[in-house]
């Protein structure tokens, strides 16, 4: 097996297509935020990658084996500039497989004529919040004045230590390279996956492309997550002890 294979699944003629990414990080933001565009919209899986730099196992679904990968998700929006996006379970396990797997994401951009590209991920303020500000940065700053229109924030030398991982990287080299990429990255405590978080990026995305996006399942999701919070918080106040069926849940 090669490094970096890519499978071809589907072929699509995409409008003005826009990367987006969202794989796993602080909160599960952006994998979250990316999984509900698939869930929602009319979307096709068009390109899927296998790499030596993921984790050595199989996801396994209905007895089914699939070797960890990538995938690349077409979807077509009426009216307006249709999306490529990006999620899977796994980001790669060392710096040159990040580095291998981005060029290999801007490729297969690349492919289906994407020159705009947003990294989704959170950012952690190590504690439970009400309100959920996004954050930006990018590598174009002719995205800066969009994004703030949107409610996006950039403020200085944050977030503190960069941005790692693919979404850091797709805008290092995807600027390098022509794109023009931002990261959009949701306030989040960073203790739990958040779908509070996931929301704030997508509404931010939702208004920049003028799509609609409903958010049912991120808001059930919400709802099971205030109620393990809410539990946690009891038991730091030192209320009661739940009982064994609580703790299962909670685990």
Known sequence: MEEFEVDVLAEVELTEPVLVEGLPGVGHVGKL????????L?????????STHFPPQVTIEDGTAELANVAFHAIEVEDGRDLLVLTGDHQAQD????YGLTETILDVAEEFGVETAFALGGVPIGELIEEYDVIGA???DELTDDLEAVGVEFRDDEPAGGIVGISGLLLGIGDRRGFSAAC???????????????????ETLEAYLDIELAYESLEERADEMEDVVRRIQEMEQ?????SDEDLRYIG
């Open 95 to 98: 710096g040159e497989g990040h």
């Open 184 to 202: 959009l990255m949701g306030e989040t405590s960073g203790y739990l996956v958040d779908p509070k978080a996931a929301r704030a990026v997508l």
């Open 238 to 242: 030192g209320t009661p002890t739940p």
């Open 138 to 140: 990018v590598a174009d």
């Open 42 to 50: 009319d979307s096709t899986c068009v390109r899927r990658v296998h």
């Open 33 to 40: 935020a990316a999984e509900q565009l698939i869930e929602e």
